[in-house]
């Protein structure tokens, strides 16, 4: 039909089947439908939530799609919208380190549960199929857009991979298949300004991305028409989103046997994952230095990568500034051991703001992303340099099962309403086991009341 990437992609989607998929791709879409589900859970009454869920919910609509922990039924694309703003707010969920800060699974979970409750009957198998298709789509994108150039990157490409899985789980051919995309592409936005200025904007627009992905797919279906030639094209995404800054082969590369979700790294700690590294780095200073507190420290220095997506915050007054606040995340793990959900939503204690306005910082233009290096001196004299380089959580250095869960009941914990234990241990059982559920609702349904 058309020499564009998009429609080997929406081949790729309309044929392949749940027998079709590695395990290991199975098991990459099982932890990431864990994770986001997770931090949908923990970001349901994080700042903003409520503003958005009580203007969707006055507008209404038809009650088709249920919205997690916050008693709303809506339409399929209100739902998603909502859902995946929640799984972003606490900027917890899954990451592609090696192709862009881009996390997809937001957009392409937020997107299959209100799909899923719209049709229903949809499967465990169905399930773990579409998301995995969603996340190899969306990655593969953002592999392909190898120039950042300040697009949200989590909602300018995460559309299409919730298209792809939405699309998957309607049976859309693949014409209307590459039509969804071209409706997607239409749809295609977000910027990382909002980042720059803290603003809650940003968690809005991954749920947009879900949002839109339900659309395209129910529209593509009815035969309504996108542009075909998205990707390469004279006005496609990548001319017109990443000029000068592109390689389209990455978009079909092994496409069918290598599934590009199986990249995925999961975050141990709520920030931008670019800190990650020198968190780690100050969580292992502490414990060779022995810190039980701020008083404890003498003085820190950081080397590390130059983060050009947000200006350097020593002390965060909003909690998006807080998440992607290098010397705020560092005081925090030296003064308290952890950087959790509570630590990064109170804004600090007066010692991690005391310790973080003393922290020296060296940016390293040439440094790799996930480098960092960190000298802690002790006030007795003692002092440690930790070098990190692959931060916690990638595929490489990888959370263990036992973590996967502790970070999901530590989300439910901080959700909008207190949740029965016994919920939380059922649904992490029915993620586990999610080839026999014959209807993945029932994931919805401790929750959706």
């Avoid at 931090?39 to 006055?58: E, K, Q, R, V, W």
Wanted: aromatic residues 6%; contains cysteine; charged residues 20%.
């Amino acid at each position: 039909m058309t020499a564009d990437p998009a429609w080997p992609l929406a081949q790729h989607v309309q044929r392949t089947s749940f027998a079709d998929l590695p395990a290991s791709t199975v098991e990459s879409a099982r932890r990431d439908i864990l994770d986001t589900f997770g931090c949908m859970l923990g970001g349901s009454g994080s700042p903003g939530i409520d503003a958005l869920c009580s203007t969707i919910g006055y507008w209404g609509g038809r009650a088709e799609s249920r919205v997690l922990l916050r008693g709303l039924s809506l339409p399929a694309p209100q739902a998603a919208l909502l859902n995946a703003s929640m799984g972003h707010a606490l900027d917890f969920d899954d990451t592609l380190d090696t192709g862009g800060s881009i996390h997809p699974g937001v957009s392409v979970l937020g997107a299959v549960l209100a799909a899923a409750d719209m049709l229903g009957g949809v499967s465990g198998r169905d399930m773990l199929l579409a998301t995995a298709l969603g996340l190899d789509v969306s990655c593969r994108i953002a592999f392909a857009s190898t120039l950042d150039r300040g697009w949200h990157r989590t909602a300018t490409i995460g559309v299409f991979g919730a298209t792809a899985a939405v699309g998957k789980l309607m049976g859309l051919s693949a014409e209307q298949m590459l039509h969804a995309f071209g409706i997607a592409f239409s749809h295609a936005a977000g910027n990382r300004q909002c980042i720059l200025d803290g603003s809650l904007t940003k968690r809005m627009q991954a749920g947009q991305a879900a949002s839109a992905g339900v659309f395209s797919a129910v529209l593509g279906k009815t035969g309504f028409t996108g542009a075909h030639n998205i990707f390469n094209g004279k006005y496609g995404f990548l001319e017109l989103y990443q000029p000068n800054g592109h390689d389209a082969s990455l978009l079909t590369k092994d496409l069918g046997s290598v599934y590009a979700g199986e990249e995925l790294s999961y975050k141990p700690y709520p920030c931008g994952r670019p800190l990650h590294s020198a968190i780690d780095a100050a969580l292992a200073a502490r414990q060779r230095l022995g810190i039980s507190g701020a008083a404890d420290i003498h003085s820190v220095a950081i080397e590390a990568d130059s983060i050009d997506a947000a200006p350097v915050v020593r002390r965060p007054t909003q909690v998006v500034e807080a998440q992607f606040a290098r010397p705020f995340l560092v005081a925090t793990a030296l003064v308290h051991g952890r950087v959790g959900i509570a630590e990064v939503d109170s804004l600090g204690s007066d010692a991690v703001l005391a310790l973080s306005d003393r922290i020296a910082g060296i940016a390293r233009q040439a440094a790799a992303r996930d480098w960092a290096r960190i000298e802690v001196r002790h006030i007795d004299g003692r002092s440690t340099t930790i070098e990190t380089g692959t931060p916690f959580g990638a595929p490489s250095n990888p959370l263990s099962d036992a973590q996967f869960a502790a970070k999901f009941r530590d989300c439910a914990g901080n959700a909008v309403r207190p949740l029965a234990a016994a919920d939380v241990d059922a649904t992490l059982d029915a993620i586990g086991r999610l080839e026999s559920l014959a209807d993945v609702r029932v994931l919805l349904a401790p929750f959706a009341a």
